[in-house]
């Protein structure tokens, strides 16, 4: 096969396995294999009707996506049986990550088994049994494990996070990471027993260094940062850590990647090549000394990677500096970006799950910027010159692709990156690598090597947190302006013409100044009214939307530190629809899982007014400075020409849950909405009697209630239940949450008033719009991808009791 028809075909193979992802899904493996022997049966007689291009891009396609079904199908095989769900189970194997504090006074870890305790578990399996476990064990202050192999006493359930169109998807990171099941751990005790092979002798390996570097370093000022850059260690970064590192969009310079790797790589052939050439330059011939030092910096690569976890993409820059050291020793005049197609394969056919990982993009989108504006270009180009370009062009290059998995473009990663990453390149690697070096051989210069890396560090880090207080533009486009703006400045950076240049330079400075502007905070409209209610777990946010206006009820949880709804679910999806001002916010009460995160909203958006239960309670929640009119739940008003709403809230001396404000939303005999926060079975009856008085004899042909207090045996008592006589219940709560919600007998109410039953915990987020008369509800668990809404995985088997 020729080299053309080999780049091809890795061409091919890589798109097989990436178009995989795209399925909802996963074809039966007995269809793939057949597909791939038929191609590859039919392409000899057919192959002389075809052009010759052909053969490998349908046969290196075919294989791609027969290579990634294959392990796609391997790891979903691995299933927790539904009736270990929630049970106390024992459990043999070793630790294969670093364990990290987590929140709740918890150690998280990953868990590779090795043996499950019970006959019966594998009559109850349909596949085989989870091989890896994510774990969190509570109540652990030191944050320390008896061992590195254990005998664990765990409760399991199957991978599970929130489902919603945009935002973080935990379950998404749980595939790509191999966990088949998440848990809590109820005692632990170490295990002799566990047969600990070259993989678990390995993770023993990195967690002793992890254990070495902290008891070395601990007295640093910038001990996260050390064992972060040095062994990728990232559980010491506090939350100020990764606030600066976000805002600054320098969060690559503390992940183990193609940069740090890169370095060591350059450093280690310099010092190879000088070496040999200086040892013997008339013994050893050219291409000797070109292959020693090749290995040479494999070897120093591989021994950083191990050192650093060997983490996904740390294994990732490491297939990419040995494509590109291979074509340095060849010294072929190759299209550099053959070398890159074959280093895209080689990640795809080691790691067939990495386009689930928004790394992969990154990283590869970043070397075919840096190809496109240098390798083609005529003539040397000063440093200060290349890294502005390289700099500007990566900025650009790579916002579409950021928008694309939902994050941002931060402006003052301009200033940050051209300043940081030359600083962290050539003095604060060097001198943690060589300083780590050195304490490991001459102990007594600690005190010395200490006081060198936190002066590094601290320039470094007092730069980065000057640029993160600088309050910055944010730059806000459409997709299509975003996309033409990176195409005009790689453009600009690549074509030699001056007036062109100087011209398209100018147009797209312009446009970053006028998106950079503050902008009008108008609405997309939308030809019907709609209701989105979010998966946020254990709790409650829904939005309705007529017209331009928008309204908000309730925000969701949020656990400071930990999670916020807010940022991972809510910000996103309206975001990602195009929200830029909420007309009214409503707060049903000030409880954490309703209200977590406002302060986040009122941030991020326009808010013309909150409406709540609790008027004092939520401004007491609003951070100094949060200028917004909050008014007290009750009254009428509108929502667009179509949807009217009610406010309601019980008199008296009510707080907390029963002090929640009741919304009932409207569109004309067609539906009702009720959201009713938290209210209990003693205030139920009130609200009735004030909406039979609002609008007496009117019963619309549809109406949907959202379960107060998510289906809590408290709420939904049989008269509220009787009255209201839903034609569909939401329930907004937790998978296998410890509250239990939502309960056997409140669920055993509606059902019996034949209402059709949803909740978020199993649907994921849920639309409802009103077509030609007739309530349609779209659940995201229909969209999921093949990993998510797969048959016998926790959506699919998700039942409400």
């Given at each position: 096969?020729s080299?053309?028809?080999?780049?091809?075909?890795?061409?091919?193979?890589?798109?097989?396995?990436?178009?995989?992802?795209r399925?909802?899904?996963?074809?039966?493996?007995?269809?793939?294999?057949?597909?791939?022997?038929?191609?590859?049966?039919?392409?000899?007689?057919?192959?002389?009707?075809?052009?010759?291009?052909?053969?490998?891009?349908?046969?290196?396609?075919?294989?791609?996506?027969?290579?990634?079904?294959?392990?796609?199908?391997?790891?979903l095989?691995?299933?927790?049986?539904?009736?270990?769900?929630?049970?106390?189970?024992?459990?043999?194997?070793?630790?294969?990550?670093?364990?990290?504090?987590?929140?709740?006074?918890?150690?998280?870890?990953?868990?590779c088994?090795?043996?499950?305790y019970?006959?019966?578990?594998?009559?109850?399996?349909?596949g085989?049994?989870?091989?890896?476990?994510?774990?969190?064990?509570?109540?652990?202050s030191?944050?320390?494990?008896?061992?590195?192999?254990?005998?664990?006493?765990?409760?399991?359930?199957?991978p599970?996070?929130a489902?919603?169109?945009?935002?973080?998807?935990?379950?998404?990171?749980?595939?790509?990471?191999?966990?088949?099941?998440?848990?809590?751990?109820?005692?632990?005790?170490?295990?002799?027993s566990?047969?600990?092979?070259?993989?678990?002798?390995?993770?023993?390996?990195?967690?002793?260094?992890?254990?070495?570097?902290d008891?070395?370093?601990?007295?640093?000022?910038?001990?996260?940062?050390?064992?972060?850059?040095?062994?990728?260690?990232?559980?010491?970064?506090?939350?100020?850590?990764?606030?600066?590192?976000?805002a600054?969009?320098?969060?690559?310079?503390?992940?183990?990647?193609?940069l740090?790797?890169?370095?060591?790589?350059?450093?280690?052939?310099?010092?190879?090549?000088?070496?040999?050439?200086?040892?013997?330059?008339?013994?050893?011939?050219?291409?000797?000394?070109?292959?020693?030092?090749?290995?040479?910096?494999?070897?120093?690569?591989?021994?950083?990677?191990?050192?650093?976890?060997?983490?996904?993409?740390?294994?990732?820059?490491?297939?990419?500096?040995a494509v590109?050291?291979?074509?340095?020793?060849?010294?072929?005049?190759?299209?550099a970006?053959?070398?890159?197609?074959?280093?895209?394969?080689?990640?795809?056919l080691?790691?067939?799950?990495?386009?689930l990982?928004?790394?992969?993009?990154?990283?590869f989108?970043?070397?075919?910027?840096?190809?496109?504006?240098?390798?083609?270009?005529?003539?040397?180009?000063?440093?200060?010159?290349?890294?502005?370009?390289?700099?500007?062009?990566?900025?650009?290059?790579?916002?579409?692709?950021?928008?694309?998995?939902?994050?941002?473009?931060?402006?003052?990663?301009?200033?940050?990156?051209?300043?940081?990453?030359?600083?962290?390149?050539?003095?604060?690697?060097?001198?943690?690598?060589?300083?780590?070096?050195?304490v490991?051989?001459?102990?007594?210069?600690?005190?010395?090597?200490?006081?060198?890396?936190?002066?590094?560090?601290?320039?470094?880090?007092?730069?980065?947190?000057?640029?993160?207080?600088m309050?910055?533009?944010?730059?806000?486009?459409?997709?299509?302006?975003?996309?033409?703006?990176?195409?005009?400045?790689?453009?600009?950076?690549?074509?030699?013409?001056?007036?062109?240049?100087?011209?398209?330079?100018?147009?797209?400075?312009?446009?970053?100044?006028?998106?950079?502007?503050?902008?009008?905070?108008?609405?997309?409209?939308?030809?019907?009214?709609?209701v989105?209610?979010?998966?946020?777990?254990?709790?409650?946010?829904?939005?309705?939307?007529?017209?331009?206006?928008?309204?908000?009820?309730d925000?969701?949880?949020?656990?400071?530190?930990?999670?916020?709804?807010?940022?991972?679910?809510?910000?996103?999806?309206?975001?990602?629809?195009?929200?830029?001002?909420?007309?009214?916010?409503?707060?049903s009460?000030?409880?954490s899982?309703?209200?977590?995160?406002?302060?986040?909203?009122?941030?991020?958006?326009?808010?013309?007014?909150?409406?709540?239960?609790?008027?004092?309670?939520?401004?007491?929640?609003?951070?100094?400075?949060?200028?917004?009119?909050?008014?007290?739940?009750?009254?009428?008003?509108?929502?667009?020409?179509?949807?009217?709403?009610?406010?309601?809230?019980?008199?008296?001396?009510?707080?907390?849950?029963?002090?929640?404000c009741?919304?009932?939303?409207?569109?004309?005999?067609?539906?009702?909405?009720?959201?009713?926060?938290?209210?209990?079975?003693?205030?139920?009856?009130?609200?009735?009697?004030?909406?039979?008085?609002?609008?007496?004899?009117?019963?619309?042909?549809?109406?949907?209630?959202?379960?107060?207090?998510?289906?809590?045996?408290?709420?939904?008592?049989?008269?509220?239940?009787n009255?209201?006589?839903?034609?569909?219940?939401?329930?907004?709560?937790?998978?296998?949450?410890?509250?239990?919600?939502?309960?056997?007998?409140?669920?055993?109410?509606?059902?019996?008033?034949?209402?059709?039953?949803?909740?978020?915990?199993?649907?994921?987020?849920?639309?409802?719009?009103?077509?030609?008369?007739?309530?349609?509800?779209?659940e995201?668990?229909?969209?999921?991808?093949?990993?998510?809404?797969?048959?016998?995985?926790?959506?699919?088997?998700?039942?409400?009791?």
């Open positions: 096969m080299g053309r028809s080999t780049v091809l075909s890795v061409f091919a193979f890589s798109c097989g396995v990436i178009l995989l992802y399925l909802a899904v996963l074809p039966a493996q007995v269809w793939l294999s057949l597909a791939t022997l038929a191609v590859i049966f039919l392409l000899s007689p057919v192959g002389r009707m075809l052009p010759k291009a052909c053969w490998p891009l349908i046969i290196g396609f075919t294989l791609g996506a027969f290579w990634a079904a294959l392990w796609a199908h391997e790891r095989d691995q299933r927790l049986p539904d009736g270990l769900e929630g049970e106390r189970v024992n459990v043999s194997g070793y630790v294969c990550d670093l364990p990290a504090a987590g929140s709740f006074n918890s150690i998280r870890f990953s868990f088994v090795t043996r499950w019970g006959v019966s578990l594998t009559r109850q399996a349909n085989s049994l989870p091989k890896t476990l994510r774990l969190a064990w509570y109540g652990q030191e944050a320390r494990l008896p061992d590195h192999r254990l005998r664990l006493e765990v409760v399991l359930k199957k599970h996070g489902l919603n169109p945009a935002g973080f998807r935990y379950e998404d990171w749980l595939f790509r990471k191999g966990y088949r099941a998440t848990g809590s751990v109820r005692s632990a005790a170490s295990d002799p566990v047969s600990c092979a070259l993989e678990c002798q390995y993770h023993r390996f990195h967690m002793q260094l992890a254990d070495w570097v008891e070395q370093f601990v007295k640093s000022s910038y001990h996260p940062l050390i064992a972060s850059l040095l062994i990728g260690n990232r559980g010491h970064l506090s939350s100020e850590h990764w606030d600066v590192l976000k600054t969009g320098t969060i690559h310079l503390v992940a183990i990647s193609g740090h790797l890169g370095l060591v790589a350059l450093g280690a052939g310099l010092i190879a090549r000088r070496f040999l050439l200086a040892i013997s330059s008339y013994r050893l011939s050219e291409r000797f000394v070109r292959l020693a030092a090749f290995a040479v910096v494999l070897f120093c690569c591989l021994l950083y990677a191990l050192a650093a976890g060997f983490t996904v993409p740390t294994r990732r820059a490491l297939i990419m500096v590109g050291s291979w074509v340095l020793l060849k010294a072929r005049h190759e299209p970006w053959h070398s890159l197609l074959i280093a895209l394969g080689l990640v795809l080691l790691d067939p799950f990495a386009p990982d928004q790394g992969f993009w990154l990283s989108g970043a070397v075919s910027v840096l190809l496109c504006v240098f390798a083609g270009r005529l003539g040397r180009i000063g440093w200060l010159a290349g890294l502005l370009l390289a700099q500007g062009a990566v900025f650009a290059g790579l916002w579409p692709l950021l928008e694309l998995v939902g994050q941002g473009q931060p402006v003052a990663g301009l200033l940050a990156n051209i300043l940081a990453i030359p600083w962290v390149s050539l003095v604060v690697m060097p001198v943690l690598i060589v300083g780590g070096i050195m490991a051989l001459l102990p007594p210069m600690l005190d010395l090597v200490i006081a060198l890396m936190d002066a590094v560090l601290g320039v470094m880090w007092r730069f980065l947190d000057w640029v993160a207080g309050g910055w533009p944010d730059l806000d486009g459409s997709t299509l302006e975003i996309g033409g703006f990176s195409v005009l400045v790689l453009l600009v950076a690549t074509v030699p013409i001056r007036m062109f240049q100087a011209v398209g330079l100018i147009v797209a400075l312009a446009w970053a100044a006028t998106a950079g502007l503050p902008n009008s905070a108008d609405n997309p409209r939308v030809s019907e009214p709609e989105r209610v979010w998966d946020v777990g254990q709790g409650l946010s829904a939005m309705l939307r007529a017209g331009d206006d928008v309204l908000l009820y925000t969701g949880p949020e656990v400071k530190g930990v999670f916020s709804a807010a940022e991972s679910v809510l910000i996103p999806n309206l975001k990602a629809l195009g929200i830029k001002r909420i007309d009214t916010l409503v707060i009460h000030a409880d899982d309703h209200s977590g995160g406002v302060n986040r909203i009122l941030a991020e958006f326009k808010v013309g007014r909150i409406v709540t239960g609790e008027p004092v309670a939520v401004r007491d929640k609003l951070e100094q400075g949060e200028a917004v009119a909050i008014h007290a739940c009750g009254g009428k008003s509108a929502l667009g020409d179509e949807l009217s709403l009610f406010y309601w809230q019980a008199t008296g001396d009510v707080k907390g849950n029963d002090a929640s009741v919304l009932s939303a409207r569109q004309g005999q067609a539906a009702e909405w009720l959201f009713s926060g938290d209210i209990s079975s003693r205030i139920e009856p009130l609200y009735l009697e004030a909406a039979e008085a609002e609008t007496p004899n009117i019963k619309p042909r549809e109406r949907v209630v959202l379960a107060p207090h998510h289906g809590s045996k408290t709420s939904s008592s049989e008269f509220w239940v009255e209201l006589n839903p034609s569909l219940v939401i329930y907004t709560a937790g998978y296998r949450h410890r509250y239990g919600h939502p309960h056997r007998d409140v669920t055993a109410r509606y059902r019996s008033a034949g209402a059709l039953a949803l909740n978020t915990a199993c649907s994921g987020s849920l639309v409802m719009r009103v077509v030609d008369g007739v309530l349609k509800t779209t995201a668990r229909h969209k999921a991808p093949f990993w998510i809404g797969g048959p016998g995985l926790a959506r699919d088997t998700c039942k409400i009791p």
